[in-house]
């Protein structure tokens, strides 16, 4: 199996090439930390927010491993309304993901459908909590692996409600908001004086609501061995860090278009917004076929919640695939692949390695990838 060099990459190495990319005129950060006057211009608490309301969303739906969760009461998550969330501050934020969901220029076409698509994920997850059955073929409810420790809300093809959802939503809520919108010259293109309202410029906000969907931390440590809460996008691409540098990378290119935009350096700025929508791409991509391999590989040693877990955080990026900036997959080709997986008896088929392999040379030819990211485990 060969693949061609993606010309997205081909393009992006030209445009980074030492003549053509100006630099900064002063030291970029080491940290995502900027000030003005004594006082911090950094404001992203909006997209913190956001992804802590991802957080108590998915652990909602994974507790209906124990027990009946309400339909109406994950929708009032989704949508934060009356005071759904075990934090008063997120509850009075104003904040919400549905608002955001599939919300930028280039996809805000398709909002009412991405909408109903977590809806309807909400609704049988709350369905199969209430059924109380054990999984199996063409059986929504609880699988669990052999001795029990490990516990997953299935639908009946076998796909996990939780990662569906959790990672679908980092593409149609955090990619696409930060890449798509915030990173785009509908956003940046805008007021970079500073005025004695805010401490920071519109552009410069800006910015940081984009990085806001990348890490939920200033001081963002590229080090795996050191534990801190990232953020979801921050965390994965951390998992990337060994094998692609891909979290020095984003997190440099945030600081360093940051820097420019103080400096007023809109050459600088856009180069460094090409370079996360390009890196952001390659995790999602990444990550999606990793985990189908890593499904794989369980259900080859015949653990299969471990497997469906997997394989169902792959489709997750597989959907997330549809909000990348390069729109070198469509919502269609995503939805194809999807169904690929999930179709008939789905991760219980016994074909469902061919499934797999079907996919993942699909994505490989659409996306122009290497064998050994195709085959790879990240």
Not at 118 to 133: N, P, R, V, Y
Request: hydrophobic share 40%; net charge negative.
């Amino acid at each position: 199996m060969r693949y061609t060099l993606p010309v997205l990459a081909v393009l992006t190495l030209a445009a980074c090439s030492k003549e053509e990319d100006p630099k900064s005129k002063t030291a970029v950060p080491s940290t995502y930390s900027f000030e003005r006057n004594g006082e911090s211009t950094v404001s992203f608490n909006g997209q913190i927010q956001r992804q802590a309301m991802l957080g108590e969303l998915s652990n909602a739906v994974k507790a209906g491993t124990e027990g009946t969760i309400n339909y109406q009461d994950l929708v009032d998550m989704y949508e934060n309304a009356n005071n759904p969330f075990s934090d008063a501050e997120l509850n009075a934020s104003g904040k919400s993901l549905s608002t955001k969901t599939s919300a930028s220029a280039t996809h805000v076409f398709d909002q009412g459908t991405s909408i109903n698509f977590f809806k309807t994920i909400l609704q049988a997850a709350a369905d199969a909590s209430a059924a109380g059955s054990q999984a199996s073929d063409g059986v929504a409810g609880v699988i669990s692996n052999g001795d029990g420790s490990r516990k997953y809300l299935v639908a009946e093809n076998g796909l996990e409600y939780a990662q569906i959802l959790q990672k679908g939503m980092m593409g149609a809520v955090f990619m696409d908001q930060m890449v798509n919108n915030y990173l785009t010259p509908l956003k940046l293109n805008v007021d970079n004086d500073a005025s004695a309202v805010e401490s920071y410029t519109a552009m410069e906000h800006h910015w940081d609501e984009a990085y806001g969907y990348f890490s939920i931390v200033q001081d963002y440590n590229v080090d795996p061995s050191v534990s801190q809460s990232r953020g979801y996008w921050g965390g994965y691409l951390l998992e990337l860090e060994e094998s692609f540098n891909l979290a020095s990378d984003v997190y440099l290119a945030f600081r360093t278009g940051r820097q420019a935009i103080v400096e007023k350096n809109y050459s600088v700025r856009d180069a460094q917004a090409d370079i996360i929508a390009e890196k952001m791409e390659m995790a999602c991509y990444i990550k999606a076929l990793s985990y189908l391999n890593k499904g794989a590989a369980r259900l080859n040693t015949g653990e299969a919640a471990v497997g469906f877990h997997a394989l169902s955080e792959g489709v997750g990026f597989i959907y997330s695939l549809r909000f990348i900036a390069s729109e070198s997959v469509t919502a269609a080709q995503s939805d194809a692949w999807i169904a690929t997986l999930t179709d008939g008896s789905g991760f219980w088929s016994g074909d469902i390695q061919t499934r797999i392999e079907s996919v993942k040379t699909s994505m490989g030819n659409t996306l122009g990838l290497s064998e050994d990211i195709v085959n790879g485990t990240y």
